[in-house]
């Protein structure tokens, strides 16, 4: 290579003359910039050959500084591409489609904290697209609690699904209009990709997005889950806990910051290039049609949407290439939750606007999230984007617009857009920052006001568009979208043009659609627009060249159009010359075109930015993934054969792994400086670097394994996830090449398109930076556009050669062809001085005579295309120009043809040996055969033959499998071979023979090809048949089951009537058959189900096939006895004899199979034990009451371990004997359980572990009690241990006990008869296909070389299988609860009740329905006799009540009791972790543990059980323990081996000889289905079954599991007085500052019991004196802590809804008000299971005891029922005021024997409070009030105006009457 590519450097830099060889001489010496300029000016005019020749000695550069470090590069990548003219062979013909599928989204919202705001009533809107659903509203709380569950269902593709936003908004609720206190978005995507596909108990953090700056504005505790069919939903047992820390749970993925500040998102959107001319509206299609003209119709904008926001650019009229330069702003937190940013560019038009075309771009490609220098922020471009969509006809309407809108692969070119991300960080708000105060600086003035879309369409919705009077500050803190433009940066411009060259060649065209006819076909090749014959640019690019969009290009073509057609001298064409097809000789099934020695070429030539380093980059991942892929299917293969090949084949990938990295990222930092970098370009190499680096040295790590062995499985899983990794590194946002479309037309019409990835065929000189397709010929097979129908055929196979890269290395176009041809030139022209003459035609002259054999042997695992589930398939192998089928084989899905096509006189033009290396390839096509109309696609496959030539010596072929695939749908193997042997000239007969046809003229497959086969022995365990549905309309009664495999069978006994009994009488059978001696090409065994009728007829009821029968070779085992005779003993519990010493607590270590103990040692350290006594059992320390009332019965039933901790000498109240009310029942069980199983799980990490070792726990316990001065701690320990009383638990299985237990298939399985089509995806694995079940088993040996038929008297199959006469059971289902159901009623809710199904027995337990709930706790027991097998399907349905219609199923669960019954995990009844006799645990199976031990030995032939005082034997296994139990102190010992054998029978797995797990006691969680929505969980339901033959004696009664019942209490709340309360009113006469108080309060949940004091008027301290009782009646469970609220929801509910929330009691302090609504001042929320304990005084009460009150400063007012003092009252975190109140908390039996009056009446009255006088209500009192408010203030001026008053009444009379009084005197005299 290095040769050929330094002469070709050297014949141009000849060509090019001096300045060439100069600029290399300088550049070996590291050129310098300034230099390069010179030439530039040197070379003259800056015409456009300077510019190529510019190219061109840049690409030579860049050659010869590849080809100084590709020598290294070649070595080490020269292994993973060797010359080969042939493109990789792939097996799938059509790729994935893009398929619809069912979603369910689950969303449970729990509980807010920390809401903004003041007294606000918060509702939960969830928005999901259209869809939008809202919880009830809370009253008057800043922290409500919800727990209410919404689905939301969903169907279409997934990539749709995944960018809908989810969007949770908390509103306060008011009565006209809500206010939105604050909201989280994240999208469907990003928790479909969270482990289990859900985030759980998460914390998500509101903000509001009007206003940014504010932060916080409270936290939403939910669940969201995602599930699409077949996902697993983890179910999660809820945990209240109060003291959450909020900020370590938010709801963010994991690595996030959990602070995420606020972020600004540019797009900036500056140009696009090349749309479609046309207008799609049809009025201006009919117009152009008309007039005729040529100009551009298109009025395109571009919508960008992220976030669930949408900002639009303004529109430019009519112009295919317009220019924008505007930017959009998005606000989001960085980082967000949603990924995608979604373009769009739109075309306006009269009637409606039509997309043009649609772009995603995922922030996770754009960015990187690791910490430090290492991550950067989400950056791209200024790049171009190439958008794809639908063809451009120009019909008036478009058939495929959903491609434009992003349904569906792209199917043609429609232009490019330039664009530009960034992201900035706002630190401290939405400040104006740098980057936007630049670009601000820069805008233009006019524009800046009135910068609105024209015409001013409003169809943005607020996308920018209503500036009412939003100030630019409101505008800058709010998340809306800003739309301005911007100016550019001239830099941004200078793109470097290149021109590139798209050259093929087509070998052959066949399998083309009959349907065509025989119009002429022609193929379109075309690159972006170049190459388009529709609208796009001619392939030359000749005068055609836009230059119309921006200076730059035109600088660029300016006058260079003319100089690159004289130079290249020949018309470029970018479409093959007409043909018409022909048929194909054989099978007249396809047409095809006859390139026989004539093969057709194209070029076409185009021109981009010269960014060809991205897809370099690229390319290189893209061959280390491929290399590591290739070498994982290696690996697997050769597991087959031996291990230590397979690992060191893995060893051998992974190192060279480790060099490719170290070879790329030295390649990587020599890049060139100068190549127009962009950031992101700098960032994503830094990122290889990073990764790789990463890799390489994991990669290492795993191959040289220093540290441990690591197992070859781990070794493929890593390899698997490095292949992951560089796949997602090599995908490159940043685009620039376009992809090439090859298009078929018939007749001028668009019928069929491949798409290929430029980068798959760019040439580089650099090997491994060369697409992987480049100049190699390579199988396309064309597709219909848009969506394709199922079972769609293939409209065209194409193989053709392509090569595309820089017209610089135009020399190497050609170098990889297959030789042997000459180049033929079109007439036309003159090659005179070609640079690259590009032929029309490549002619190859030597022909070779060739014939191909079809070795089709078998196929198994086909699709089903008949209503009976089976196919008639027949196979169809293309080749060429040649067709042939083989034979039908009918109603089979594994078809043995044994069959030899002869495709004789094959012609193959070019070199023989090429022709070996690199043959064509073979379609190989199966069909099912229809007696009516046409065949039906069923599969496809592509293989390559081995070929061997007239000189070489003949091998026959191996069989080999062919996956074969229909659609998306894997769709079985073929097995064949297939072989291409040359025609020798000299003696055409020379072909290896052979074998005669039969009499259908068929050939068979030769014998030396067929596998070798040996006689096999099947035997076949006949059982039953179950859940047989009806065949035609009438129900199966007599079926009989027919066993096939390689054309021989066995048949079972007809069952005389099914309803009766569904088992067969013969249970086993066998036959002989011959068999391939190579385990991998057994061939399918096939199971029948045939139903006879009357009159002899027969009907196929249903199959199935079993593919791989690895599973029921029978290999020879050692047999039990022959193991060592050695005593294993196994110390169970150590316990020293006298009860007094100390030591009786220290326990031996248990060995590690009983790590899963049996009680719940959660904080055993704690248990408050005060001197130890070994032999006392008693309940645990919390119910004084209850052990001492059954004195020492339960004695015996405790394990020791609770009796070694336990005594009565002398026994403490403790706090928590006052509240022990509450019983031990089973409940206690169920939740010791539940928080084991999450402790065990490490949800409470944070907790302290429970100690390993027992004995030291015990000492601890010890030395606390014994040292005095400990009080304190010794009082938090007993908390503690009351929290977790040591009980005995149960096993709580997260799934269905069949998945813990292998679907209990030790004795027999199960298998699917199915029947119907299986041929489209809808009914590809649907329930509705399986018409029952067939119970049996299969046992396959080589046959015996003396043919004995029996093994020790019978056949090895049935050795401990049971006898199958029918059984009489007593059945009890016990189901406890149901979670997440999904709702069956509009409001969201549902009804549940349970029926159960179990043969003609149905309880419906309508009656008991629980109303309006999701979550429902049953604790219901059924009780059903049974008898098997006729009654073996349980089926459990939870139903919806409806008062009217009829009630909806919300989904079921099906049970087989049979197989539980019979099988060897002991399923009947689980075995309880302890044995007692009574109590809530008392042993609930019919037999005793030493009973079951004795069966159990008894039935696996082991010796024993042998008991002995201390100890017990089992075969070779001895176990030991206590035996000997004392009750009282005086009494005798009493002998007891339950406890041992209980503890033998849960190690029984351990046991030789037995090795089954015994089920423990337990409860499944079984997740309910519904037909109507399959594979999606609609809920799942806790139960657990116990069986009892009838044989055997009764068990006792059912356990006791009905829901505990809620006790009444009754909180008395008084209060005192308020201190410090703010004033809020001020006087108008004294501006004196004064409250009018009273207190609200009501338990949260019964806000309809809200009760107020009375009001202290004009208090003018904030003090308030009230002597107030609130009364408050609830109802509370005591071990769940959680109040029990059972009310209406609204007025027209006819049913009371229960809920459970925690118990909260709110108090507020509020402002009365005459006139207006009373003013909120402050509120005290107190959770009463622990809340802070009060300040003595109101002094010492402060925010700080509510705050941060700790765990241990917190208390329980169940606990301490009586509690007085000060507490703060807080508004919006601030102290407003303080309370002294007094809580009292009485059972509902003590409030009626001891009542109170509410408020201060009888009985037990409160006294009048002592108010100051001026405590009164101006509006009752008003003299009162004058009194007190202006008497006091203003007497003396009151008295000062009342004396100058009466002066001045006196003035005015005086002068009033002094005149009158003169003139009296005058007159009088």
Request: hydrophobic share 35%; charged share 25%.
């Amino acid at each position: 290579m290095n040769r050929m590519e330094l002469s070709a450097v050297a014949s141009q830099t000849h060509r090019k003359g001096l300045f060439a060889g100069m600029k290399l001489k300088k550049k070996k010496k590291k050129g310098e910039k300034g230099l390069t300029i010179a030439n530039k000016d040197a070379l003259g005019d800056h015409d456009e050959s300077a510019n190529l020749q510019h190219g061109t000695l840049r690409r030579q550069e860049e050659g010869e500084e590849d080809l100084m470090n590709s020598d290294a590069l070649s070595n080490v990548f020269g292994s993973l591409s060797p010359k080969k003219k042939r493109a990789k062979l792939t097996a799938r013909i059509h790729e994935e489609e893009m398929k619809s599928q069912n979603y369910q989204i689950a969303i449970t919202i729990i509980e807010a904290r920390q809401l903004v705001g003041e007294n606000i009533d918060p509702v939960v809107i969830i928005e999901i697209g259209d869809e939008k659903k809202q919880t009830t509203v809370k009253e008057g709380t800043n922290a409500p609690f919800y727990n209410e569950y919404f689905v939301f269902d969903f169907v279409g593709p997934q990539v749709f699904l995944f960018d809908k936003i989810i969007n949770i908004s908390v509103m306060h609720n008011k009565l006209i209009g809500s206010m939105l206190i604050g909201s989280f978005k994240v999208d469907v995507g990003m928790v479909y990709d969270q482990p289990g596909h859900q985030f759980c108990d998460k914390w998500a953090l509101l903000t509001d997005p009007a206003d940014i700056r504010t932060g916080a504005k409270g936290y939403l505790k939910c669940d969201i889950g995602v599930t699409g069919k077949g996902d697993a939903i983890k179910a999660t047992q809820k945990t209240a806990d109060t003291e959450e820390q909020i900020e370590k749970n938010l709801l963010i993925p994991k690595g996030f910051p959990s602070e995420r500040p606020w972020a600004r998102f540019y797009v900036r959107i500056y140009k696009a290039e090349g749309l479609p001319k046309m207008n799609s509206s049809i009025m201006a299609n009919v117009t152009k049609a008309f007039i005729g003209d040529s100009k551009d119709l298109v009025d395109p904008y571009v919508v960008v949407m992220f976030a669930g926001q949408m900002g639009r650019t303004t529109v430019q009229k009519n112009c295919a290439d317009p220019i924008w330069h505007e930017q959009i702003i998005f606000k989001e937190m960085f980082p967000p939750l949603c990924r995608r940013v979604k373009i769009q560019v739109w075309d306006e038009g009269s009637m409606n606007d039509v997309a043009l075309a649609t772009h995603f771009i995922d922030l996770k490609k754009i960015s990187n999230e690791q910490d430090g220098d290492k991550g950067f922020l989400p950056t791209f471009g200024p790049a171009w984007i190439n958008l794809y969509g639908s063809p451009r006809n120009h019909s008036l309407m478009d058939d495929h617009q959903e491609l434009n809108e992003g349904f569906g692969e792209g199917v043609s070119f429609r232009g490019r857009l330039f664009i530009q991300i960034a992201v900035e960080i706002l630190s401290g708000g939405a400040r104006e920052s740098k980057f936007s105060s630049i670009i601000k600086d820069i805008k233009l003035p006019s524009k800046d006001k009135d910068f609105k879309a024209p015409k001013g369409k409003d169809k943005t919705e607020k996308a920018g568009e209503d500036h009412k009077s939003a100030s630019p500050s409101d505008k800058m803190n709010s998340t809306e979208v800003e739309i301005e433009p911007f100016d550019v940066p001239s830099e941004i411009y200078e793109e470097k043009f290149e021109e590139f060259l798209l050259f093929g060649t087509f070998f052959e065209a066949t399998m083309i659609d009959r349907k065509l006819g025989d119009k002429p076909i022609t193929f379109e090749v075309s690159v972006g627009n170049f190459g388009n014959i529709t609208d796009g640019v001619s392939a030359g690019a000749g005068g055609k060249k836009k230059t119309h969009n921006g200076e730059a290009e035109e600088s660029l073509l300016h006058e260079g159009e003319d100089e690159i057609s004289h130079d290249l001298g020949v018309p470029l064409i970018s479409t093959t010359p007409p043909e018409k097809p022909l048929i194909t000789t054989g099978n007249r099934n396809y047409q095809y075109l006859p390139y026989n020695e004539r093969k057709p070429c194209i070029c076409v030539k185009s021109y981009w930015g010269s960014q060809t380093f991205r897809l370099y980059s690229s390319n290189t991942l893209e061959k280390m993934a491929d290399h590591l892929e290739e070498s994982l299917e290696q690996v697997k293969e050769l597991i087959k054969v031996s291990e230590i090949a397979s690992e060191e084949k893995m060893r051998t990938a992974l190192n060279d792994f480790v060099s490719q990295c170290r070879v790329f990222i030295t390649s990587a930092e020599k890049r060139r400086k100068g190549l127009n970098y962009t950031a992101l370009d700098k960032k994503r190499l830094m990122l290889f670097k990073q990764e790789l680096e990463a890799m390489s040295s994991d990669a290492k790590g795993i191959a040289q394994q220093q540290k441990k062995k690591i197992p070859l499985d781990e070794m493929m899983r890593e390899t698997r996830s490095f292949i992951d990794k560089i796949r997602f590194l090599a995908d490159e946002p940043q685009h620039t090449v376009p992809d090439v479309f090859i298009w078929m037309l018939s007749n001028h019409k668009r019928v069929a398109y491949a798409r290929v990835p430029a980068k798959n065929i760019l040439y580089s000189p650099a090997k491994e930076q060369r697409g992987k397709d480049c100049g190699k010929v390579k199988t396309h097979f064309l597709k219909l556009p848009g969506k394709r129908p199922l079972g769609w055929t293939v409209q065209a196979k194409v193989d053709i050669y392509l090569w595309l890269g820089p017209a610089s290395y135009a020399n190497s176009i050609m170098e990889n062809l297959p030789v042997g041809y000459e180049t033929e030139l079109p007439s036309n022209t003159n090659a005179g001085h070609s640079v690259m003459p590009s032929p029309a035609c490549l002619l190859y002259k030597t022909l070779h005579l060739f014939q191909l054999r079809a070795h089709m042997y078998q196929a198994r695992g086909l699709i089903a295309a008949d209503s009976t589930g089976l196919s008639d398939p027949f196979a169809k192998v293309t080749f060429m120009s040649h067709c042939q089928t083989t034979k039908i084989i009918s109603q089979t899905l594994s078809p043995t043809w044994n069959q030899m096509l002869l495709f004789n006189s094959i012609v193959l033009h070019g070199d023989r040996e090429e022709i070996a290396q690199f043959p064509p390839e073979i379609v190989i096509e199966l069909y099912d055969d229809d007696a009516v109309g046409k065949a039906e696609y069923i599969g496809s496959t592509v293989a390559a033959p081995v070929v061997r030539l007239a000189d070489q010596n003949y091998e026959p072929p191996k069989l080999s499998y062919h996956p074969v695939y229909c659609g998306n749908l894997s769709g079985g193997d073929l097995l064949a071979t297939f072989e291409l042997l040359e025609i020798p000239m000299s003696d055409p007969d020379r072909l290896p023979p052979l074998d005669p046809p039969d009499a259908g003229q068929f050939y068979p497959v030769p014998a030396n090809i067929r596998p070798v086969l040996s006689k096999y022995r099947v035997e076949v365990l006949f059982w039953g048949v179950r859940e047989l549905k009806k065949v035609q309309f009438l129900s199966v009664d007599r079926p009989q089951v027919l066993i096939e495999c390689a054309g021989k069978g066995v048949k079972s006994s007809v069952i005389q009537s099914y309803k009766k009994n569904p088992n067969f009488s013969g249970l086993a059978d066998w036959f002989e058959v011959e068999l391939p001696e190579n385990e991998l090409l057994h061939p399918p065994l096939s199971i029948c189900v045939v139903d006879w009728r009357a009159f002899g007829r027969s009907t196929l009821v249903g199959t199935h096939t079993i593919n791989c029968l690895k599973q029921f070779l029978y290999k020879t085992q050692l047999s039990p006895h022959a193991t060592p005779n050695r005593l294993h003993i196994v110390e169970i519990d150590k316990v020293s004899a006298s009860p007094e010493s100390p030591q009786a607590a220290e326990l031996s270590q248990e060995e590690p199979f009983l790590a899963d103990h049996t009680y719940d040692e959660v904080e055993q350290g704690q248990c408050a034990v005060l001197k130890p006594d070994p032999y006392l059992a008693t309940v645990p320390a919390t119910e004084p009451e209850h052990s001492a009332s059954e004195p020492g019965k339960e004695k015996k039933q405790k394990d020791l371990k609770k009796s070694i901790r336990r005594s009565t000498k002398r026994r403490k109240r403790t706090i928590a004997d006052e509240s022990a009310e509450n019983v031990i029942d089973w409940w206690s069980k169920y939740y010791a359980s539940v928080l084991k199983m999450q402790k065990a799980r490490g949800i409470f990490a944070n907790e302290e572990k429970p100690e390993e070792n027992n004995q030291t726990s015990d000492h601890i316990a010890l030395i606390i009690e014994e040292e005095p001065d400990k009080k304190k701690k010794e009082k938090t320990l007993k908390r503690k241990q009351k929290e977790t009383p040591n009980l005995a638990t149960l096993q709580i299985y997260e799934g269905d006990l069949e998945s813990e237990f292998n679907n209990f298939e030790d004795w027999v399985k199960t298998f699917q008869l199915l029947r119907g089509k299986s041929n489209d995806e809808v009914h590809a694995d649907s329930e509705d296909r399986i018409i029952g079940k067939f119970k049996g088993s299969f046992c396959i040996y080589p046959s015996p070389k003396d043919g004995s038929l029996l093994d020790r008297g019978q056949p090895r199959i049935l050795q401990g299988i049971p006898p199958n006469h029918s059984v009489k059971v007593l059945i009890r289902v016990y189901i406890v609860a149901a979670f997440n159901l999904s709702p069956a009623d509009p409001d969201g809710k549902s009804d549940p009740y349970i029926v159960l199904r179990l043969g003609n027995t149905e309880i419906k337990d309508r009656e008991n329905y629980i109303p309006k709930q999701l979550n429902p706790i049953f604790g219901r027991s059924f009780e059903i006799q049974a008898t098997f097998p006729k009654d073996s399907l349980l089926t459990v349905l939870i139903y919806d009540h409806d008062f009217v219609g009829a009630d909806d199923l919300i989904g079921e669960t099906k049970i087989d009791l049979e197989n539980r019954f019979y099988s060897r995990h002991r399923a009947t009844c689980g075995l309880q972790s302890q044995y007692e006799i009574e109590g809530y645990n008392a042993w609930h199976d019919a037999n005793k543990p030493s009973e079951i031990l004795t069966k159990l030995c008894k039935d696996y032939r082991i010796s024993g059980p042998s008991m002995r005082p201390g100890e017990i034997q089992v075969g070779t296994k001895v176990f030991k323990g206590q035996t000997v139990f004392t009750e009282d102190e005086n009494e005798e010992p009493t002998e007891s081996y339950e406890h041992l054998s209980l503890k033998v029978l849960h190690a029984w797995e351990e046991i030789p000889g037995a090795g089954y797990k015994l089920v423990p006691e337990h409860i499944e969680t079984r997740p309910l289905y519904h037909k109507d929505k399959p594979g999606i969980e609609q809920g799942r339901v806790q139960m657990w079954v116990d069986m009892f033959p009838k044989d055997m004696p009764l068990p006792g009664p059912p356990v006791d599991i009905s829901p505990r019942k809620p006790k009444g209490y009754e909180l008395r709340v008084i209060i005192w007085n308020t201190e410090d309360v703010i004033l809020e009113d001020e006087n108008i006469f004294t501006g004196q500052k004064s409250s009018d108080i009273y207190v609200k309060g009501w338990i949260k949940g019964l806000e309809e019991d809200k009760q107020e004091t009375d009001v202290h008027y004009n208090s003018l301290t904030g003090e308030g004196n009230f002597n107030w009782r609130f009364v408050f009646p609830f109802h509370y469970l005591p071990a769940e802590k959680q109040m029990v609220v059972s009310k209406r929801e609204n007025i027209f509910s006819l049913e009371k809804t229960e809920r459970k929330i925690p118990a909260e009691l709110v108090l507020q302090v509020w402002d009365f008000e005459r006139l207006s609504s009373d003013d909120f001042l402050g509120t005290l929320e107190l959770n009463l299971n622990g809340f802070p304990r009060a300040a003595k005084t109101a002094k010492s009460c402060d925010l700080g005891m509510v705050v941060a009150a700790s765990e241990e400063n917190k208390i329980s007012i169940f606990q301490q029922k009586r509690v007085r003092g000060w507490w703060p009252f807080i508004k919006a975190g601030e102290l407003t005021g303080k309370v002294e109140a007094e809580f009292h908390l009485v059972t509902a039996e003590e409030a009626e024997k001891n009542p109170v009056g509410k408020a201060r009446k009888e009985p037990e009255p409160l006294e009048k409070p002592n108010r100051p006088d001026t405590s009164f209500s101006w509006f009752v009192n008003p003299f009162k009030c004058l009194y007190h408010l202006i008497w006091r203030n203003y007497k003396k001026y009151i008295i000062i105006g009342i004396i100058l008053l009466i002066l001045i009444i006196f003035l005015v009379l005086f002068i009033y009457t002094l005149p009158g009084a003169i003139s009296h005197r005058i007159v009088v005299g």
